[in-house]
């Protein structure tokens, strides 16, 4: 399957030098800054979750996310590059990337548009205006926990919210690069 990743300059040197490349937390920390806390919480459910659902090998702190199309991959950085991957879909977990949005802002993923009301209802019967809240404070465990086992709707391939697509896998080897943008690269 082919994929794009947008990964430091770093990253490129780290996987040439070493023949592959895994995601530290410190990677994620150092990218996010004041805003890493709060994405930790979903990252490591992630983390946690996809390795039941892929074999992740040690060193791999978090995963690493692949576009399934170039016009989805994240805007221009400084010192950053773009990897184009040639990667067997036993090494990938591909999901509606809309659900991963309502990850990062701790809300509900509905079965169906039935659930969605029902679960707004049960909100609203409990004055909450802001599921987020419910998952950013303590004051609420139960619903906490239902909105965080909802998350798990992620790997439902027939779940869909926004009809487009994103991987993640848990490394990066040398010979899976196809294609470097950023630089000049003898493949």
């Known amino acids: 399957m082919k994929v794009w990743t947008r990964q430091s300059v770093k990253a490129w040197e780290e996987l040439q030098k070493n023949g592959v490349f895994r995601i530290k937390k410190k990677h994620i ?66 999901f509606d990337m809309g659900k991963w949005d309502y990850i990062l802002n701790y809300w509900y993923i509905p079965f169906d548009e039935e659930d969605g009301r029902h679960f707004c209802k049960l909100l609203d019967a ?10 950013m404070t303590q004051f609420h465990p139960v619903l906490k926990r239902v909105i965080m086992e909802s998350w798990s709707r992620l790997f439902d391939e027939n779940i869909r919210v926004s009809g487009n697509d994103q991987a993640i896998c848990w490394e990066i080897k040398r010979e899976w690069v196809t294609g470097v943008d950023g630089l000049s690269y003898n493949l």
Request: with cysteine; charged share 30%; aromatic share 6%.
């Open 126 to 135: 409990k004055g909450i205006r802001n599921q987020s809240e419910v998952v």
């Open 29 to 94: 920390t150092r990218k996010y800054g004041d805003i890493s806390n709060t994405l930790m919480v979903c990252y490591e459910w992630l983390t946690k979750k996809a390795s039941e659902h892929l074999d992740r090998p040690e060193g791999a702190e978090g995963p690493i996310w692949l576009a399934l199309r170039p016009d989805f991959m994240p805007c221009p950085a400084d010192n950053t590059v773009v990897l184009e991957l040639e990667i067997e879909s036993k090494n990938l977990i591909v």
